[in-house]
């Protein structure tokens, strides 16, 4: 049985591949290239931000009482990823593709020590707190994160 860690983690990785396509796209200075392949990861990623907080986190908080936890730290980080995101899609619609990498780069950061977070702390105690939701919730994400 594929438990919330590995499933949501999976999307990570999933992700992480296509902000990769982008900046591989963006330091070869190809704009057009860099923009498709961004918005591609921007619809992703704002699928996954948007299932952690209407599905997953309200059910944890439920099943917990925790309002005030870890699901409040990874919102606080969702709206600055979101900021971001804003900011990189509009260097790209102005063609500054080094604004985007250094806009990317942070992003990248911030992503990366989010991801660790979820993956080693926060799955792991949805696992255990939604175990007896665990099937239903994972169907729920699969017909949810399917990609664009």
């Known amino acids: 049985m594929t438990s919330l860690q590995q499933f949501m983690g999976g999307d990570h990785r999933h992700c ?3 902000f990769y396509a982008a900046e591989e796209a ?7 290239a860099c923009r498709l ?3 591609t990861f921007d619809h992703a990623v704002r699928q996954h931000l948007d299932v952690e907080e209407q599905l997953l986190f309200p059910r944890f908080e439920d099943a917990t009482g925790m309002r005030m936890g870890p ?5 606080g980080e969702h709206d600055e990823f979101r900021e ?3 900011q990189m899609t509009q260097q790209l ?6 604004g985007f990498l250094g806009n990317a780069d942070t ?10 977070k979820e993956e080693n702390v926060l799955y792991p105690m949805m696992d255990q707190a939604l175990a007896a939701q665990r099937e239903q919730l994972i169907d729920n994400l699969q017909h949810t994160l399917e990609p664009a």
């Open 26 to 32: 963006a330091r070869a200075g190809n704009a057009e």
């Open 71 to 75: 699901t409040v730290v990874m919102r």
């Open 107 to 116: 992003f990248l950061i911030l992503m990366q020590q989010h991801n660790l």
């Open 84 to 86: 971001l995101l804003v």
């Open 16 to 18: 992480d591949d296509l």
């Open 37 to 39: 392949a961004f918005a």
């Open 93 to 98: 619609g102005a063609a500054d593709l080094q």
